[in-house]
């Protein structure tokens, strides 16, 4: 990844989390900032697909239950992983 330069202004108490941050992981500054710019583009990036399939989503009704939640997920994460090693449904 080529880095380019910039200069942005920050509040003296960011800096200060970020110089603690930074010694405490054993890192430069500049990294911890490298990554804040990272995770905020991240979080505010406009996807061109969306992050699932309508054959990925879960129709459940009305009022769900946290076990019925925890089910479901259950499932569809192993009928994907069952899909990512090309095994038969």
Known sequence: MALKRTNVYADDSDLFLIKEAAARLGVSEAEIIREGIHRIALAHRVWDEPFVSDEETFDLGGPVDKDEIRSAVTRGHAER?????????
Request: charged letters at 55%; zero cysteines; aromatic letters at 0%.
């Open 81 to 89: 992983e069952r899909r990512n090693r090309g095994d038969a449904a």
